[in-house]
């Protein structure tokens, strides 16, 4: 009987020859998929696009991820698959520039979330709306992943739903601080010192003793204490190692 390579695209993990790697195959007639022979488990790559799919997994593999990638057009030919070869460790669903609505596409995710489970289930998107990214998490999604990424920042995305953690793009983030109306923290505005006090102040920061900083200032220590008395209520600070410090974190306008 002859034995064809599978649709579901193999790549071997690192450290194992091409050649040595086993195939998941069927039977010429259509029969059942092998099964693998690695505990380890494998990320299902789901792309109903065919060159995107294996080029994709072969990025993949050559980054060196740590896992098998068995590539799927759709959830229809993983299930097939899955009566033999199991659960995969992490889905990979490359949603792209999607035309479908949105709605649709959430309908479509929450039904391979359920079908794949207990698989982390991770979405390669173009769509960065925040409202959107929610709707994947709230059906169960463990990271949303942008197309302009690298690939090794896609593997460690995997990675990090595989071991549970949850994986949302920075721009999706800002969007919500944005939508919120919370800026940025501003720094704090230049306090206005004397050159006196800047000169004391800056001493201060360098830990130096009132005797050692009138000596280098050509002023008596009774003097001293005063600007570091002034120095204080302007930071509102209660001692000189508070001042230190604050004067260590913000600029002086003399």
Not at 13 to 38: E, F, I, K, M, T
Not at 59 to 86: M, N, Q, V
Not at 185 to 212: H, I, M, W, Y
Request: net charge neutral; with cysteine; proline share 5%.
């Amino acid at each position: 009987m002859s034995v064809d390579i599978a649709r579901s695209h193999f790549i071997p993990p690192l450290g194992r020859h091409q050649d040595d790697a086993p195939l998941v195959a069927r039977s010429g007639n259509g029969g059942p998929y092998a099964p693998l022979d690695d505990d380890e488990g494998y990320v299902a790559l789901i792309d109903k696009r065919m060159l995107e799919r294996e080029c994709l997994a072969h990025s993949l593999e050559f980054h060196r991820i740590d896992r098998k990638i068995l590539t799927f057009s759709d959830l229809a030919e993983w299930r097939t698959a899955s009566r033999t070869i199991g659960a995969p460790s992490a889905v990979l669903f490359n949603a792209g520039n999607s035309a479908v609505a949105p709605q649709q596409l959430v309908a479509e995710i929450a039904e391979l979330v359920d079908a794949m489970a207990p698989a982390a289930v991770v979405i390669l998107s173009d769509n960065h709306d925040i409202n959107v990214i929610l709707n994947f998490i709230g059906v169960g999604v463990r990271g949303c992943i942008p197309s302009s990424v690298s690939i090794d920042v896609c593997i460690q995305a995997i990675s990090l739903a595989i071991a549970g953690g949850r994986f949302i793009p920075a721009s999706s983030l800002l969007s919500v601080r944005d939508l919120l109306g919370i800026s940025t923290q501003q720094s704090a505005p230049p306090l206005s010192f004397t050159d006196r006090q800047s000169a004391v102040a800056e001493a201060l920061r360098c830990g130096k003793a009132n005797k050692a900083i009138a000596s280098e200032l050509n002023l008596c220590e009774s003097t001293i204490k005063v600007h570091i008395r002034n120095i204080m209520k302007k930071l509102g600070a209660t001692n000189r190692t508070e001042v230190a410090c604050k004067i260590g974190s913000i600029a002086i306008q003399r």
